[in-house]
């Protein structure tokens, strides 16, 4: 088991390595290379990708890793097969008229992004046809890190080889999507013929069943967009400036290079989670201590990653080998302070992926949640167009930052609430 477990876990921080050196590498070179204004315009375009994307995922990141773990691929294949081919045709279902309509949107409303936004969506579609939900429920994360890796890396380097100048912005959606749709179909190849794994037929029936069952964990999913990654398209709909939507933008994407490094230990510990849950039902102190202590090892490597950047950036500084990703970048220094401010909500969004998409969901405290997570959405909007338009990329980032630690405070209240309940059942009339 132990063995397994490290397999998993270097696989899974391959994975986010690679992810987390993307925004790392790839963006500040677009924006020193392409300049703000078509900088502005492929990160506009890439939010409304991720809203395609964060409609075609649906819960199914959540509730289909459910029904998998536990099972074997070679003894539960028809299981596993019905699995993924239910989750795959309904997340399609919702693909196809959700990218179709994105396009028009931008066509009537924005069309300097119809470019961008055409090469963005591969990336949607090479996730819903990754399955990594899949692999991450079996336990079973070697080949998707192999794939991952490679689709990245491989476009990092074309990234940075190819795009020279404002003319070559387009590369860099345009390599990024289809990397991610190639390593998506190899990952596909692979799971046919070494895992046996088979597309079965699925019908209405069941694709309308499915979306009733997670339109809860949905609904909270979309309010998760709304609150983590529409702030950029609320900067420009608030009347920012192209340099304070690029500003903006950078330290966000650096910000979730910083979370990547917790997404390995949040993947290897979701399975072990439900495991350490068992029969608990309600949440309580209880079964929040049980949450609490597979999250703290979390937290212990995000400050270990976040005391190794500081100490190399220090180093670099001082030795003026700040190096080429950083050189003619402009607004460094507001940057580092939109770093600096934003740093925290990395630790909070680990606790609530911990405390509320795990413990709570399992805890048949969806209802709670979901609630909390649309007032934190809708209140994003309402907090973030305000603080935009009174402070620019700062407000923007104080509206990031303030959202995920209130989410996390109404999460962790809930744990408290059945002791509560139970201390007013049992005391004096």
Known sequence: MLRRDLTNL??????????????????PHLLRTAGQERYTWVVLAEVVALAVLTLALYSFDVDALKRVVGLDVRRDAPAVSKAFSDVLVTRLVVFVPSAALALAGCHLLRDELMPALAWWLLLPLGQLLQSAWLFQGLEHNVPIAATTLTSRVSSIVLILAL???????????????????????????????????????????????????????????????????????????????????????????????FQAAARPLNQLFFPKALRALGSMRVPD??????????????????????????????????????GTAWSGLPDRSTIVMLLSLMAPAVFFGVANFM????????????????????????????????LASAFGALGGALAFVLSEAVLCASIVSRYFKERAANGRANGPV
């Open 10 to 27: 270097v696989a899974l921080t391959g994975v986010q390595a690679a992810n987390a050196l993307l925004p790392l590498l790839v963006f």
């Open 163 to 257: 795009v020279e100048g404002p003319p070559d912005y387009l590369l860099v959606p345009a390599l990024l999507g289809a990397s991610s749709l190639l390593g998506a179909l190899a990952l596909l190849a692979y799971a046919h013929h070494r895992l046996g794994l088979r597309l079965c037929s699925v019908s209405a029936t069941t694709i309308l069943g499915q979306l009733r069952a997670g339109s809860r964990v949905f609904l909270g999913n979309v309010s998760v967009f709304l609150y983590r990654d529409a702030n950029a398209m609320l900067l420009a709909v608030a009347g920012a400036s192209a340099p304070g939507v690029a500003t903006y933008s950078l330290a966000e994407k650096l910000i979730k290079g």
């Open 285 to 322: 102190r209880r079964s929040l201590w049980t949450l609490v202590r597979l999250t703290a090892p979390q937290w212990l490597a995000l400050l270990g990653v976040l005391a190794a950047l500081l100490g190399l950036a220090a180093v670099l500084d001082a030795t003026g080998n700040a």
């Open 355 to 386: 405390l509320g998409t795990i413990g709570l969901n399992h805890l048949g405290a969806q209802t709670h949640l979901l609630r909390a997570l649309l007032a934190v959405g809708v209140s994003n909007l309402v907090l973030c167009l305000a």
